[in-house]
């Protein structure tokens, strides 16, 4: 009898632990708040790609200056992320989400509202600062909800960065092609809401370490990302072994390399390298990387394959929005798979988790480089992509928090939304440069064999990532002193 009474207890208390914080206060309006403001990001990381015509038509520009629209976005994305994380612990991770939000949306205005595609690329820029969303929100997770929400939670927020980006592909199809491309931005806006839900619900960070912030290693790590991104965005005007690309190119490397060796010698460096170290962490983040790469590969070249007209001997010669919805299958798959993945983590370990997530993005894009005929190819590509996208978002963000102390959360989840964000950075400009390298003549359109190589590096890059995926070691899950006595254990490795 007592047993059960005990057991009856716990029950209860596990109930009341999932709907709560640590602090006792409601856990759902916290959660609302994080999902709004990842959302949307996510949709204005991505919906630009299927408008990069409609941007070149507009502001009479190359498809290749309007890429920036995209490859700006990320880049300054790149930069602000693990930025954000600094700020957070020294203001407080709320405070700057906040802020975080309000630049978002003035970023967005400044697009909707720009003449040309440089005041275009400028605002996109600006915008791009809301990469911090994503460490800062990871930390509040970690700060406020118990152990055994902590998982799910962690994958449904990873799963944003997919979700979102997989609903704005059709839905600024919808909007090209019955709107003005201005409407697009103006979406945005919904960052406002949110910052006040932020504002309003999400209670002070916990005291931490104060820190600096290296504004010198942001100042570098951009000029690096940027020096490679414009190498490989001008490759094709220059020719791959031309002097200037690898002149270029080199520069670059050489940049990021002294970022590197610079965040060494700062005492409160920018990107922590001796974190980066630690073999969980870094085949965590290379595998981020890669995944990136692929993610961005198809949120580019599947609408404009979709929309190459028939007479090409290839494409569908389908509108935006029907070239959107065609993507709409993997943005409902990763809407169920997202907070999946965190469950089933918890089961069989994220990192069994991670590595099926690349396996499953490997076969869709296999899929594609042998049969890319029918539209139904590509939906159920989109499926396998939707779900490995999800599984492996989910299972790196909890990969990281176990292999980190809870102190080292947010800049530690930071730094692996920096890997994928510029692992997407350079997917955008590369295939941006393999399908501009082969056109079919008198039409500007790509050859269907461009899209048949590109189809098979993001195929090659989700194999790589399966190899680094199964690089990381098995962990034992960390304790964490504030977890209540009745909460489960943490997720597995």
């Not at 989910?394 to 989840?413: K, Y």
């Not at 939304?417 to 590369?430: E, K, M």
Request: proline content about 6%; some cysteine; aromatic content about 8%.
């Amino acid at each position: 009898m007592v047993r059960k009474r005990s057991d009856l207890f716990r029950l209860r208390a596990n109930v009341v632990a999932m709907r709560t914080t640590v602090h006792g206060k409601p856990a759902a309006p916290i959660l609302g708040a994080l999902l709004l403001s990842a959302l949307a990001f996510a949709l204005l990381q991505t919906m630009v790609a299927p408008a990069i015509p409609a941007f070149a038509d507009e502001f009479d520009t190359s498809p290749a200056t309007a890429t920036w629209a995209l490859t700006g976005f990320l880049l300054s994305a790149s930069v602000a992320t693990p930025l954000a994380g600094k700020l957070g612990d020294l203001f407080g991770k709320g405070r700057v989400l906040t802020i975080v939000l309000l630049i978002f949306s003035a970023g967005a205005v400044v697009c909707a509202v720009a003449p040309t595609i440089e005041v275009l690329i400028a605002g996109r820029v600006l915008s791009g600062v809301a990469g911090g969303v994503f460490p800062l929100a990871f930390g509040i997770i970690n700060d406020e909800l118990p152990g055994e929400r902590r998982a799910t939670a962690i994958g449904l927020m990873s799963a944003m960065f997919g979700i979102g980006g997989g609903i704005g592909l059709p839905l600024s199809g919808v909007i090209v092609d019955n709107a003005d491309v201005s409407v697009l931005f103006l979406l945005g806006l919904m960052a406002l809401p949110a910052a006040f839900a932020v504002h309003r619900y999400v209670p002070a960070s916990p005291a931490r370490k104060r820190t600096s912030v290296d504004v010198v290693g942001a100042l570098v790590l951009s000029a690096g990302l940027a020096t490679i991104l414009l190498a490989i965005s001008r490759a094709n005007s220059w020719g791959w072994s031309s002097a200037e690309f690898l002149g270029l190119l080199a520069l670059g490397v050489a940049t990021l390399a002294y970022f590197a060796r610079l965040e060494l010698r700062t005492p409160e460096p920018l990107v922590d390298m001796r974190m980066m170290r630690r073999r969980p962490v870094l085949a965590t983040n290379a595998t981020g990387f890669l995944v990136g790469i692929a993610m961005f590969g198809s949120f580019i070249c599947i609408p404009q394959f979709a929309q190459t007209p028939e007479a090409s001997g290839y494409g569908f010669g389908m509108t935006t929005t029907e070239a959107g919805l065609l993507m709409l299958p993997s943005a409902l798959t990763m809407l169920v798979f997202g907070p999946l993945g965190g469950a089933l983590g918890n089961r069989i370990g994220f990192r069994s988790t991670l590595m099926m997530g690349t396996v499953l993005a490997a076969l869709s894009f296999a899929l594609l480089a042998v049969a890319h005929a029918e539209p139904w190819e590509f939906v159920v590509s989109g499926l396998l992509m939707g779900a490995g996208i999800s599984l492996a978002f989910a299972s790196m963000a909890n990969l990281i928090v176990v292999a980190v102390d809870p102190s080292e959360v947010g800049v530690a989840t930071g730094i692996n939304t920096v890997t994928r964000t510029v692992g997407g950075a350079f997917g955008a400009a590369l295939v941006a440069a393999l399908l501009a390298a082969e056109t079919v003549p008198g039409s500007g359109f790509p050859t269907e064999t461009a899209y048949t190589e590109v189809f098979v590096v993001a195929g090659a890059g989700a194999l790589l990532a399966l190899g680094t995926a199964m690089a990381i070691p098995r962990l034992k899950p960390r304790s964490h002193a504030r977890r209540p006595a009745a909460q489960a254990e943490p997720a597995r490795a």
